[in-house]
């Protein structure tokens, strides 16, 4: 059996002005958007969601274990809804120090930018123009306010973009192999 493979991506955050409470909102995923990822390109599919567990999601910054949580989805801080452009992120904000700063950052246009982590259920891969279409996300373990895309560094992508290269040797092999034949035929018949 294959482990699963935790992923991250990147969307856009904003502060919504409220004076009593702290409220961020964005989207952490955009469907049907092509992002480059450098040695391949990614879309997320607007039925990814479909059957994915949401039951207790966090709201973190850089995805880090050792920063405080911002909101969760198990207390409703976090609400994260599907609609027509892709997951919108709604989340109000606890009273400490961490979000304020985090807030005010946010409000400031220092941070404007989400990722979320995620493993997947099902892809679609079109070697010939080297794009992935996630179809099904299997389970959604955050959603992070960035400063810096998580997916740039992180060695998920490293693996990842091995095995992507190996399967489309394999089917690259196998696309020869059948023009291979049908130019076999082809003489045969002659």
């Known amino acids: 059996m294959e482990k699963a493979i935790k992923e ?3 969307t856009e955050l904003r502060a919504l002005e409220n004076e009593e409470k ?4 964005g989207y952490a995923v955009v469907f049907d958007s092509t992002t480059d990822l450098g040695w391949s390109k990614e879309v997320i599919d607007r039925n990814a ?8 999601v966090c709201m973190k910054y850089n995805h880090e274990d050792n920063v405080l949580i911002m909101a969760r989805t198990r207390n409703n801080s976090l609400q994260l809804i599907i609609d027509d452009k892709g997951l919108r992120v709604r989340a109000e904000l606890l009273d400490t120090n961490n979000n304020k700063d985090l ?5 400031a246009g220092l941070l404007d ?11 679609d891969v079109d070697y010939e123009t080297n794009t ?7 389970k959604l373990y955050d959603v992070s306010v960035v400063d810096v895309p998580a997916y740039d560094t992180t060695e998920i992508y490293a693996r990842n973009k091995e095995q992507f290269e190996e399967e489309k040797q394999k089917y ?9 034949k049908k130019k076999a035929l082809a003489l045969l018949s002659l």
């Open 103 to 107: 807030y005010k950052m946010i409000q």
């Open 172 to 180: 690259e092999a196998r696309k020869k192999l059948e023009f291979e």
């Open 8 to 10: 991250r991506r990147l």
């Open 113 to 123: 930018k989400m990722s979320f982590a995620f493993t997947v259920s099902s892809e």
């Open 22 to 25: 702290m409220i961020v909102e």
């Open 49 to 56: 969601f479909n059957g994915c567990d949401m039951s207790d």
């Open 132 to 138: 992935r279409r996630i179809t099904g996300i299997d």
